[in-house]
């Protein structure tokens, strides 16, 4: 099985400030990476799909890049509503596995 | 607007047998792969279970491998989870989720999720 690492797994930031997370498989995966963020009560929701693109009606200020094993996404100028966790998966081969989280907080 | 409810969470014993159903409307439910995925409280999200659009091929998380079973039924919509000698380490919301692209396989990202039903297994 190929796993997701992704770091760090709890991060403080403040409205306007710029974020990275940092995600490594253990084996290659070309751009089979996606990205998702969920808030307690509702549905994850997928922002980046194959590593770099921006999924329909998710704000510019997502980006992700990465290729092979290192993926990173990024935020661009915080939100309020962008405090929530984030979590990478892979989407290369079976089983399908997650990162296991990075808690965004304010 | 493209839709998943799931259905079919509860409380079980350890060693029991539970079903969830998952009913899809809003796109064409067929053209597309699909998942259950669950997080534990206070954990996080992890993959179930996958299958291919038109059911000829699945996959399982080692963890639920030889215990879970996923199928569909593409004249009903709906995607099936059916649970047989559960833990107390199954217990989590489960979610399911659409392939964000239209062909065979499960995958890929997953772009449309159900609100999630809630399994509880304990004695």
């Known amino acids: 099985d190929i796993q997701m690492t992704q770091s760090p797994s709890s991060l403080s930031a403040s409205v306007g400030d710029r974020v990275t997370i940092t995600c490594r498989a253990s084996?290659?995966?070309?751009?089979?990476l996606n990205w998702y963020q969920h808030k307690p009560g509702k549905a994850p929701k997928l922002l980046i799909y194959?590593?770099?693109s921006l999924q329909s009606g998710v704000p510019s200020r997502f980006s992700g890049s990465g290729f092979a094993t290192d993926f990173t996404l990024t935020l661009s100028g915080l939100q309020p509503e962008d405090f929530a966790t984030y979590y990478c998966?892979?989407?290369?081969?079976?089983?399908?596995?997650f990162g296991q989280g990075t808690r965004l907080e304010i | 607007e493209r839709q998943l409810v799931e259905s079919g969470g509860g409380v079980v014993r350890p060693g029991g047998s539970l079903r969830l159903s998952c009913a899809a409307s809003?796109?064409?439910?067929?053209?597309?792969?699909m998942s259950w995925v669950r997080q534990v409280s206070g954990k996080g999200l992890e993959w179930v279970a996958g299958?291919?659009?038109?059911?000829?091929?699945?996959g399982y998380a080692d963890s639920v491998k030889g215990r879970f079973t996923i199928s569909r039924d593409n004249v009903k919509n709906s995607l099936y989870l059916q649970m047989n000698s559960l833990r107390a380490e199954d217990t989590a919301l489960y979610y399911c989720?659409?392939?964000?692209?239209?062909?065979?396989?499960?995958?890929?990202?997953?772009?449309?999720w159900g609100q999630g039903t809630t399994v509880t297994v304990s004695s």
């Open positions: 989720a659409k392939a964000r692209s239209s062909g065979p396989d499960y995958l890929f990202g997953m772009d449309v």
């Open positions: 809003g796109f064409t439910f067929e053209d597309y792969g």
């Open positions: 299958i291919k659009w038109n059911g000829d091929n699945t």
């Open positions: 084996q290659r995966i070309a751009r089979n």
């Open positions: 194959a590593a770099t």
């Open positions: 998966q892979q989407s290369y081969s079976s089983p399908i596995t």
